[in-house]
């Protein structure tokens, strides 16, 4: 599960449950309770993931692992930010946030205020948005962690171009276009795309929403079509951007399906 290995079935981890619930012993129950849930939530049965989250917080009252309670509200945080429920993830990731910190978990308090951010993202609370995003890129920077920087940076830079402040976007991007990560190469990709199109450079726009359709993801090939949709409208090529358009509504139904 740490390794991000997507489990396929939920065989192994009942017959671990079923030990730890029946003999095994009680202090592992809100560790096991916080795996059953990982598995569902790769299964897509968020319902049932929530379920076993829930059971690894009330099992976990006299845990002093707080590196642990702090993935469970972490992990069910993003579950409700995913299907929209942003109250209820607000509320996760606070607990999450404070539980990294009584753990001194840096590392962990970065992606708390990453999470954080984009919850406040979802609220369109552009103001906090930043604070908390501006707060874990310069969290990343201190302890020299590159890859969450360039993370951190990523969700900056988009929050940036969201807000049409285009400069600020493209010098968060340059500083990290060496360094970025492949896990962190969509976000990249469709802001760098994003900003040139902007910008006028549909040249370069279109170079960076290619390397986009290079990346099996569909949020990546949704991004991608609905750029190139813009780009062929903008050289006033109609047909191209109606195939792309189409190719774009196929990826959205996609999303809904998993969402």
């Given at each position: 599960?740490?390794?991000?290995?997507?489990?396929?079935?939920?065989?192994?981890?009942?017959?671990?449950?079923?030990?730890?619930?029946?003999?095994?012993?009680?202090?592992?129950?809100?560790?096991?309770?916080?795996?059953?849930?990982?598995?569902?939530?790769?299964?897509?049965?968020?319902?049932?993931?929530?379920?076993?989250?829930?059971?690894?917080?009330?099992?976990?009252?006299?845990?002093?692992?707080?590196?642990?309670?702090?993935?469970?509200?972490?992990?069910?945080?993003?579950?409700?930010?995913?299907?929209?429920?942003?109250?209820?993830?607000?509320?996760?990731?606070?607990?999450?946030?404070?539980?990294?910190?009584?753990?001194?978990?840096?590392?962990?308090?970065?992606?708390?205020?990453?999470?954080?951010?984009?919850?406040?993202?979802?609220?369109?609370?552009?103001?906090?948005?930043?604070?908390?995003?501006?707060?874990?890129?310069?969290?990343?920077?201190?302890?020299?962690?590159?890859?969450?920087?360039?993370?951190?940076?990523?969700?900056?830079?988009?929050?940036?171009?969201?807000?049409?402040?285009?400069?600020?976007?493209?010098?968060?991007?340059?500083?990290?276009?060496?360094?970025?990560?492949?896990?962190?190469?969509?976000?990249?990709?469709?802001?760098?795309?994003?900003?040139?199109?902007?910008?006028?450079?549909?040249?370069?726009?279109?170079?960076?929403?290619?390397?986009?359709?290079?990346?099996?993801?569909?949020?990546?090939?949704?991004?991608?079509?609905?750029?190139?949709?813009?780009?062929?409208?903008?050289?006033?090529?109609?047909?191209?951007?109606?195939?792309?358009?189409?190719?774009?509504?196929k990826w959205t139904d996609s999303i809904q399906k998993v969402t």
């Open positions: 599960d740490r390794a991000y290995i997507l489990h396929t079935s939920d065989s192994l981890i009942q017959e671990v449950l079923n030990y730890y619930k029946n003999e095994g012993d009680k202090k592992y129950l809100p560790e096991v309770y916080y795996y059953a849930g990982s598995v569902y939530r790769d299964l897509g049965d968020a319902l049932q993931a929530l379920d076993y989250f829930q059971q690894a917080i009330e099992t976990s009252q006299s845990n002093t692992s707080y590196k642990l309670i702090s993935r469970i509200y972490s992990q069910t945080g993003t579950l409700f930010l995913y299907q929209d429920v942003y109250d209820e993830a607000m509320k996760a990731y606070r607990h999450a946030y404070k539980y990294n910190i009584l753990a001194k978990d840096s590392v962990g308090i970065i992606f708390n205020l990453r999470d954080l951010g984009e919850t406040f993202t979802a609220f369109n609370n552009a103001d906090s948005a930043l604070y908390y995003y501006k707060k874990a890129y310069k969290q990343a920077e201190k302890i020299e962690n590159q890859r969450l920087t360039d993370m951190v940076g990523n969700s900056l830079a988009d929050l940036y171009e969201q807000l049409k402040e285009y400069h600020l976007a493209k010098a968060i991007l340059q500083a990290s276009s060496n360094t970025i990560e492949k896990n962190n190469l969509r976000s990249f990709y469709s802001i760098s795309a994003d900003l040139h199109y902007h910008s006028g450079d549909l040249d370069s726009a279109f170079y960076y929403c290619n390397l986009l359709l290079g990346i099996n993801d569909v949020y990546a090939q949704q991004a991608a079509h609905w750029k190139l949709a813009e780009i062929a409208q903008a050289r006033t090529d109609c047909q191209l951007a109606m195939r792309h358009l189409r190719y774009y509504n």
